[in-house]
């Protein structure tokens, strides 16, 4: 069965430093990774999908997420925080209609 | 590109009474629905899909219930609601056919607080 996990549940990073987020999957074919950020009492938007093609994908609001089949991993990246950024971070995966997973999420707190 | 729409934003309602939480969809037709709820500090858990009209699966059991009743409305209900059902509600579409599929998009989210 397909798992998602984020390993961290509280991150927090001054403004400006480099930010990676971990996220490790479980599933039985090639899959469907997202990132999602939701910030409080919002809905989640997504930040940016991985289905085939180069791992390394790009995503709005300056992040990244690299695709490593041999790790199982997706993690997210972003190379200088802004105060902005301090949310809470949901990985998930998935391919067919409706066995997407999400993970249990990652709050990021951003120090001036 | 596509709406997501629920309403009422936030809900306080007593131990025992009725819900009706509602989502609509603008921008596609046909999409796949989903109702989610996400707890305080967890992750979100699947509570029901509909991929058409009146097709409605349940990933939980409990006692909510989930109706489909157009192509781009969908509605959460309960007859008596419990504590255990607080919550952040949310709903989500996807849009099958097209190049930007299995992806979804989620509304802005319904908060719930049953005392």
């Known amino acids: 069965a397909q798992s998602v996990t984020q390993p961290d549940i509280h991150i927090t990073v001054s403004e400006g430093a480099s930010l990676e987020l971990r996220c490790n999957y479980s599933y039985g074919a090639t899959p469907y990774l997202f990132w999602y950020v939701q910030s409080p009492g919002q809905g989640l938007q997504l930040l940016l999908k991985y289905f085939s093609g180069d791992t390394l994908v790009q995503g709005i609001k300056g992040f990244e997420a690299e695709f490593k089949r041999s790790q199982s991993s997706f993690n997210l990246r972003k190379p200088s925080v802004h105060w902005s950024d301090a949310a809470e971070y949901f990985c998930?995966?998935?391919?067919?209609?409706?066995?997407?997973?999400f993970g249990a999420g990652t709050r990021l707190t951003v120090k001036p | 590109s596509q709406t997501i729409h629920q309403w009422p934003a936030t809900l306080v309602q007593p131990v025992g009474s009725p819900l009706s939480l509602e989502c609509t969809v603008e921008?596609?037709?046909?999409?796949?629905l989903y109702w989610y709820r996400q707890a305080a500090g967890r992750g979100l858990q699947l509570l029901f899909y509909?991929?058409?009209?009146?097709?409605i699966s349940s990933e939980v059991p409990q006692n909510l219930s989930a109706s489909r009743p157009q192509d781009r409305q969908f509605i959460l209900s309960s007859k008596k609601l419990l504590l255990s059902d607080s919550g952040f509600y949310l709903c989500a579409a996807k849009t099958i056919g097209e190049w930007d599929t299995d992806t979804q998009y989620f509304g802005p989210g319904t908060r719930l607080t049953v005392l």
């Open positions: 998930a995966v998935g391919r067919n209609n409706n066995d997407m997973r």
């Open positions: 921008g596609t037709s046909n999409p796949n």
């Open positions: 509909s991929v058409g009209i009146g097709q």
